[in-house]
């Protein structure tokens, strides 16, 4: 076969057979290619009697769709034959996800171990040369940042603790009499954030899992304040009744963002249980939002729904754990992370559905299928998706003045991808991507200080990091 063709899965099988195989269903995608077409392609994906799937040369078009049309009706003119009837819809779309990250898993540096901070070393972009310095060392994998007016930075860690840390002092104690989380997997001690009127009313919000009856858990959201190194006043501002517990513990969310007038916006996710994204009646899958006292406005827009949680905001939300307001249009950005593959940046609107599990860029971390559809009517698809997955969590538009060509461009913390990311916006549009840096473990959250500064959270292990100008 001479021609170069845009996938070319030929079967042991042949077509005829093909034509009256009962299509499989909630099979391993790897285990499907390694069955059928691993003879063909390799084993690798490198090539063999057909042609590469993983050197981009894409005969018959290499979007998704081009590939989705490619396996299910064949290239008989290229020797491929169709196998709509042997691989369901389902399977066909994970397939395609598959050859996308093998292609990306094939071509990436193995990891290495994360490098220590050193203030010495320029880093380069195509914008702004910078310099990383240590702010806090030895902390336990922390979530959420927030900086008080007083210019200490108040840090969550997900193992539960909570610390005020001044720049240039060591790493304090923790506050005492916090809640004690359930830290169990994706669950902890997750966001923090200080009311727009800190100064007058001192009021801190919490985002934790909250244990119910083994093994059950949930996502609840508190407020207090911090007396003499205590956590006193405690107020419970969201919970779900102990019916919409879940046993399961990935998927809690939590990020937090106030907006103008006051208004607290707070994510939680679908909690392992994909149908529950769907569901009105139930808080998980969703993005909040909520009066500062927990209080649900009036002009949410399932207020009047029978049935529904009146403080969802959003649904169809696979698991969001990053928000930010756009500094010149206003409007709510989002990340969310995917299962395996299919991570994505929206843009929160009221009432909207985002279309978990019923559409996604994804496939099942087992390499089973969960959807045949990447979009359908009515469900909002997103502004970027990633795959291989690369775990989006915090996200921040950069407002300062100290990395001038960045202004307004959004920066992703990556966990799988272990980086920093940014991203030119015009409009509604990614027109740009880089990688700020990368190799200092999973970075989780990234936030603007009020100095003009870009102040990270990293992973494994934990620190915090800011970044600074360079000549």
Same mark, same amino acid.
């Given at each position: =076969?001479?021609?170069?063709?845009?996938?070319?899965?030929?079967?042991?099988?042949?077509?005829?057979?093909?034509?009256?195989?009962?299509?499989?269903?909630?099979?391993?995608?790897?285990?499907?290619?390694?069955?059928?077409?691993?003879?063909?392609?390799?084993?690798?994906?490198?090539?063999?009697?057909?042609?590469?799937?993983?050197?981009?040369?894409?005969?018959?078009?290499?979007?998704?769709?081009?590939?989705?049309?490619?396996?299910?009706?064949?290239?008989?003119?290229?020797? =491929?034959?169709?196998?709509?009837? !042997?691989?369901?819809?389902?399977?066909?779309?994970?397939?395609?996800?598959?050859?996308?990250?093998?292609?990306?898993?094939?071509?990436?540096?193995?990891?290495?171990?994360?490098?220590?901070?050193?203030?010495?070393?320029?880093?380069?972009?195509?914008?702004?040369?910078?310099?990383?310095?240590?702010?806090?060392?030895?902390?336990?994998?922390?979530?959420? =940042?927030?900086?008080?007016?007083?210019?200490?930075?108040?840090?969550?860690?997900?193992?539960?603790?909570?610390? !005020?840390?001044? =720049?240039?002092?060591?790493? +304090?104690?923790?506050?005492?009499?916090? +809640?004690?989380?359930?830290?169990?997997?994706?669950?902890?001690?997750?966001?923090?954030?200080?009311?727009?009127?800190?100064?007058?009313?001192?009021?801190?919000?919490?985002?934790?899992?909250?244990?119910?009856?083994?093994?059950?858990?949930?996502?609840?959201?508190?407020?207090?304040?911090?007396?003499?190194?205590?956590?006193?006043?405690?107020?419970?501002?969201?919970?779900? +009744?102990?019916?919409?517990?879940?046993?399961?513990?990935?998927?809690?969310?939590?990020?937090?963002?106030?907006?103008?007038?006051?208004?607290?916006?707070?994510?939680?996710?679908?909690?392992?249980?994909?149908?529950?994204?769907?569901?009105?009646?139930?808080?998980?899958?969703?993005?909040?939002?909520?009066?500062?006292?927990?209080?649900?406005?009036?002009?949410?827009?399932?207020?009047?729904?029978?049935?529904?949680?009146?403080?969802?905001?959003?649904?169809?939300?696979?698991?969001?754990?990053?928000?930010?307001?756009?500094?010149?249009?206003?409007?709510?950005?989002?990340?969310?992370?995917?299962?395996?593959?299919?991570?994505?940046?929206?843009?929160?609107?009221?009432?909207?559905?985002?279309?978990?599990?019923?559409?996604?860029?994804?496939?099942?971390?087992?390499?089973?299928?969960?959807?045949?559809?990447?979009?359908?009517?009515?469900?909002?698809?997103?502004?970027?998706?990633?795959? +291989?997955?690369?775990?989006?969590?915090?996200?921040?538009?950069?407002?300062?003045?100290?990395?001038?060509?960045?202004?307004?461009?959004?920066?992703?913390?990556?966990?799988?991808?272990?980086?920093?990311?940014?991203?030119?916006?015009?409009?509604?549009?990614?027109?740009?991507?880089?990688?700020?840096?990368?190799?200092?473990?999973?970075?989780?959250?990234?936030?603007?200080?009020?100095?003009? !500064?870009?102040?990270?959270?990293?992973?494994?292990?934990?620190?915090?990091?800011?970044?600074?100008?360079?000549?």
């Amino acid at each position: =076969m001479t021609a170069r063709i845009a996938i070319v899965i030929l079967l042991a099988a042949s077509p005829a057979d093909a034509q009256t195989t009962s299509p499989p269903q909630g099979r391993d995608v790897s285990r499907v290619y390694a069955d059928i077409c691993a003879a063909c392609h390799g084993p690798r994906l490198e090539g063999g009697k057909a042609q590469s799937l993983v050197d981009d040369t894409w005969v018959f078009g290499g979007t998704d769709a081009d590939l989705q049309r490619t396996i299910a009706d064949g290239r008989l003119e290229a020797g =491929m034959p169709a196998f709509r009837s !042997l691989l369901g819809e389902p399977e066909i779309r994970a397939m395609v996800y598959y050859l996308r990250e093998a292609r990306v898993t094939l071509r990436a540096t193995p990891p290495r171990k994360p490098s220590p901070v050193d203030s010495a070393i320029v880093h380069d972009t195509t914008a702004h040369r910078f310099r990383m310095e240590l702010v806090a060392d030895g902390l336990s994998a922390p979530w959420g =940042m927030a900086f008080l007016p007083d210019g200490r930075l108040i840090v969550s860690e997900r193992h539960g603790a909570l610390r !005020l840390i001044e =720049m240039g002092k060591p790493v +304090p104690a923790p506050i005492s009499g916090t +809640p004690r989380p359930w830290v169990m997997q994706d669950g902890g001690l997750m966001d923090v954030a200080l009311h727009p009127k800190f100064e007058e009313n001192g009021w801190i919000y919490l985002a934790y899992s909250e244990p119910g009856q083994p093994p059950t858990s949930t996502t609840k959201v508190v407020r207090g304040r911090i007396r003499d190194g205590q956590w006193v006043d405690q107020q419970t501002i969201h919970q779900a +009744p102990a019916t919409l517990y879940v046993a399961d513990n990935t998927h809690f969310g939590a990020r937090f963002l106030f907006d103008a007038t006051g208004h607290l916006f707070f994510s939680i996710g679908d909690r392992g249980t994909m149908p529950d994204a769907q569901s009105l009646a139930t808080p998980n899958g969703k993005i909040h939002r909520v009066l500062e006292d927990g209080t649900v406005p009036a002009d949410n827009p399932f207020v009047s729904t029978a049935g529904a949680v009146g403080s969802i905001w959003s649904y169809g939300n696979r698991n969001p754990q990053g928000l930010a307001w756009h500094p010149v249009t206003g409007a709510l950005w989002s990340s969310e992370h995917g299962p395996r593959g299919g991570d994505e940046i929206n843009v929160i609107e009221k009432g909207q559905n985002f279309g978990w599990p019923t559409v996604t860029y994804g496939i099942n971390y087992d390499g089973s299928p969960i959807s045949a559809r990447t979009e359908a009517q009515g469900l909002v698809s997103p502004i970027v998706s990633w795959t +291989p997955s690369v775990a989006p969590s915090g996200i921040a538009f950069y407002t300062g003045d100290r990395f001038p060509r960045w202004k307004n461009d959004l920066f992703v913390a990556l966990l799988a991808g272990q980086s920093l990311r940014r991203l030119k916006i015009e409009g509604r549009a990614v027109t740009e991507q880089e990688t700020i840096f990368s190799g200092y473990g999973r970075v989780r959250h990234v936030i603007n200080g009020p100095d003009g !500064l870009i102040y990270v959270a990293l992973n494994d292990p934990g620190r915090i990091v800011r970044l600074v100008p360079a000549q």
